[in-house]
């Protein structure tokens, strides 16, 4: 028998080099969708030479905004699973460009939903949800909790949601959602607020007067460590009870104490460095967001085991290492 064959959508980011790795390890075939990727065969894409395996992935282009597109590349590949991750993912950069947020977040899911109705694919298909469905939570969001969306991102992953969960009741097809919270690693860009801190505290160290401007440091999150997430994505995908499922640790941290956490690690006082600057505040700002774990332990018997003081030390010793 040859090797099961698993297609990502938007693989060229954070987590899917590293469910590509992990994928690999399993002996599975990886193909590959990025837009950065110019002629097939081409790898030459920068989280997977980081994780040492631009080479074993199969990278394809394709527009995923166009059906034709997707289905000539589902056709093609026949792939035994699909994971689809690609979105513009910045809740900040939604605010200014909700065109091609929606387009990258409804219209590739609508694509790819449809063309395994119109083919009758018959494999596991996993859709990349999001925490900024839900907006502000008072207690642990569990698969109950109601939407409230705040930004364009919130909204167009909330209409994934609720297509994935429409086509899995109407047409049977064997798709699911991961509601996923934020899960880090040194994969992150410095859009996003973790790698951030840490790229600007290091500078700090050589720099004393060194200035940080961060936005609202009151906000809280629950912060897992994405090598750990993609096993849920697994779990999920392939679990014959195809139910949505909730990944988060269930813990709540200040962003003020994430500052703290990293320039301790440090030994640097994050009061002589960090400034809370308006222009970085978000219009549609969430102020508390957090998980509840239950369920996924329950059906999957996946829980997060890296904590928050892990994760920071993780991604300092990554980033002083790769200097
Ligand atoms: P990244 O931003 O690192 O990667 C996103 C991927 O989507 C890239 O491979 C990129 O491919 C592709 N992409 C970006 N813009 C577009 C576009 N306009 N059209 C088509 N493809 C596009 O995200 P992560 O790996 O961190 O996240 C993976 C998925 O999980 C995303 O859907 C994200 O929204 C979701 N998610 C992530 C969380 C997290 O904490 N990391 C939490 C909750 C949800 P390329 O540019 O090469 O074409
Ligand atoms: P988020 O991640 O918006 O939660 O989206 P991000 O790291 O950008 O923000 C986390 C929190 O920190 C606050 N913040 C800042 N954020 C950034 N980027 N830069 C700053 O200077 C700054 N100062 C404060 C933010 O306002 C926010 O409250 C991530 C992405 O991976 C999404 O794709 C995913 O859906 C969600 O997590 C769950």
Known sequence: MGKKISLIFG?????????????LKQNYEVVGTSRAIKTNEVTCLRNHSLLGIDKDVRFKNCHLTNF???????????????????????????????QETFSSIIDVTLNILEVCRETNYDGNIFFAGSSEIFGNTETKANIKHKHRPLSPYGIAKETSFNLVELYRNLYNIKCVTGILFNHESPLRNKNFVTQKIISEALLCTNKKSHKVSLGNLNVQRDWGWAEEYIEAFQLINRSTSKKDQIVCTGKLTKLERFVEIVFDELNLNWKDHVTSDSEFFRKGEIIKSFGDPSQIKNDLNWEAKVNINSIIKKLIEFKINSL
């Open 11 to 23: 693989c060229s980011g954070q987590d899917g080099a590293l469910l590509s790795r992990s994928l």
């Open 68 to 98: 034709k597109e997707v289905a000539n590349l589902i056709d093609k590949v026949n792939p035994d699973e699909i994971y689809n991750l690609a979105a513009q993912s910045s809740v900040s950069k939604s605010y200014k460009n909700p």
